[in-house]
């Protein structure tokens, strides 16, 4: 139970994020796309119930995240070892990837899937 109800707050907030880029798009589209290298604040997207917690890349790093529908951007320091591994640290954020035995949920709540 503990383990779906972290996927689903994952899931939240990623389709959160989701909004803030196409948003950031729409800005971009509006300045003739100037805003292409500025960095966006996105939200955790960590397990954690109570994590509000900024992270801040662009859009293209972003998008390079969600190429993969069981990779999630989060804050540093975040990531759950027993259901994810960090495949990437970068300026102020990390990305994590869900072990297979866990993936299903990410890869079911998928936005783009």
């Known amino acids: 139970m503990r383990g ?3 996927a689903k707050n994952e899931a939240l ?10 948003v950031s798009r729409s800005l971009e589209d509006e300045v003739e796309g100037h805003l292409a290298t500025a ?3 996105f939200v ?8 509000l917690d900024p ?3 662009t859009v ?3 998008e390079a995240v969600r190429a993969h529908p069981t ?3 989060i804050a ?12 990437l640290e970068g300026g102020g954020y990390a990305v994590v990837e869900k072990h297979a035995d866990v993936a299903g949920v990410a890869l079911a709540t998928d936005p783009r899937s």
Not at 15 to 22: G, L, P, Q, S, T
Not at 76 to 87: D, L, Q, Y
């Open 60 to 62: 293209t790093e972003y």
């Open 13 to 22: 907030f990623r389709a959160v994020n989701e909004r803030v880029k196409d």
């Open 44 to 51: 955790c997207e960590c397990a954690l119930e109570a994590c």
């Open 76 to 87: 540093p320091g975040h990531e759950t070892p027993s259901v994810e591994r960090v495949v």
């Open 4 to 6: 779906e109800r972290m």
């Open 39 to 41: 960095p966006v604040e």
């Open 71 to 73: 990779r999630f951007l």
């Open 55 to 57: 992270v801040s890349t």
